[in-house]
C-alpha cells in the first residue's frame, strides 16, 4: 500500500479516484480494480437534484477500517481502500470511492465487491435526496408508526424510500 493516500478517508473535500487507487497499487499487484458511487439524477422514480451526506466522523472511520481488514484477512493478498464523501453533492458527484488490488484479477474485483457492500450496510453515514418533492432521507422508517403500516398516514409524505 502507498504511503502517500490512506486506506480510508471521510472528507467534504472533492474525492480522487487516482488517490484511492494508490492506496492499493504496488509492485505485487497484477490487477486493481475501482468502483466509483456517484449522484444519479433519479431514485425509486423520482427526480434528485443534489444529495448531503453526513456523518458520524470517528465510528464511521473506524468502522471502514474494520471492514478492510476484514477483507485482507478473508483475502490474502488483496489490499484494499475506501474513500467517501459528506456534505452537498450534486448529480454525477462521486460519493464512495473504493478499490482494490490483488496479484489476480477475481481476488480484485471480488474484494472491491465487497469493501462497497460492506461500507453501504455497516458504516454510519447517513444520505438525504433533494427533489422537486422537498428533501427526504434514504432509509429511514419513523419510529412512531407501526411495522406495515404506510408512514404517509400523518407524517406528510412517505418517510422510507430505497
Same mark, same amino acid.
Given at each position: 500500500?502507498?504511503?502517500?493516500?490512506?486506506?480510508?478517508?471521510?472528507?467534504?473535500?472533492?474525492?480522487?479516484?487516482?488517490?484511492?487507487?494508490?492506496?492499493?497499487?504496488?509492485?505485487?499487484?497484477?490487477?486493481?480494480?475501482?468502483?466509483? +458511487?456517484?449522484?444519479?439524477?433519479?431514485?425509486?422514480?423520482?427526480?434528485?437534484?443534489?444529495?448531503? #451526506?453526513?456523518? #458520524?466522523?470517528?465510528?464511521?472511520?473506524?468502522?471502514?477500517?474494520?471492514?478492510? =481488514?476484514?477483507?485482507?484477512?478473508?483475502?490474502?493478498?488483496?489490499?484494499?481502500?475506501?474513500?467517501?464523501?459528506? +456534505?452537498?453533492?450534486?448529480?454525477?458527484?462521486? =460519493?464512495?470511492?473504493?478499490?482494490?488490488?490483488?496479484?489476480?484479477?477475481?481476488?480484485?474485483?471480488?474484494?472491491?465487491?465487497?469493501?462497497?457492500?460492506?461500507?453501504?450496510?455497516?458504516?454510519?453515514?447517513?444520505?438525504?435526496?433533494? +427533489?422537486?418533492? +422537498?428533501? #427526504?432521507?434514504?432509509?429511514?422508517?419513523?419510529?412512531?408508526?407501526?411495522?406495515?403500516?404506510? =408512514?404517509?398516514?400523518?407524517?406528510?409524505?412517505?418517510?422510507?424510500?430505497?
Amino acid at each position: 500500500m502507498s504511503d502517500l493516500s490512506p486506506a480510508v478517508l471521510l472528507s467534504a473535500e472533492v474525492l480522487s479516484l487516482e488517490a484511492v487507487v494508490a492506496a492499493v497499487s504496488h509492485p505485487g499487484a497484477g490487477a486493481v480494480v475501482s468502483f466509483v +458511487g456517484a449522484v444519479r439524477d433519479t431514485n425509486a422514480g423520482h427526480a434528485v437534484t443534489r444529495l448531503e #451526506y453526513e456523518a #458520524y466522523p470517528s465510528l464511521a472511520t473506524a468502522e471502514m477500517g474494520r471492514i478492510l =481488514a476484514e477483507i485482507a484477512a478473508e483475502l490474502p493478498g488483496v489490499c484494499v481502500a475506501v474513500h467517501h464523501r459528506t +456534505g452537498a453533492l450534486e448529480v454525477g458527484d462521486a =460519493a464512495v470511492i473504493c478499490a482494490a488490488s490483488a496479484p489476480h484479477r477475481e481476488e480484485a474485483f471480488d474484494a472491491c465487491r465487497r469493501v462497497i457492500d460492506r461500507v453501504k450496510s455497516r458504516v454510519p453515514i447517513w444520505k438525504r435526496e433533494h +427533489g422537486p418533492d +422537498g428533501p #427526504y432521507w434514504v432509509g429511514w422508517k419513523d419510529a412512531r408508526c407501526a411495522p406495515g403500516h404506510d =408512514a404517509q398516514h400523518a407524517h406528510g409524505r412517505t418517510a422510507h424510500r430505497s
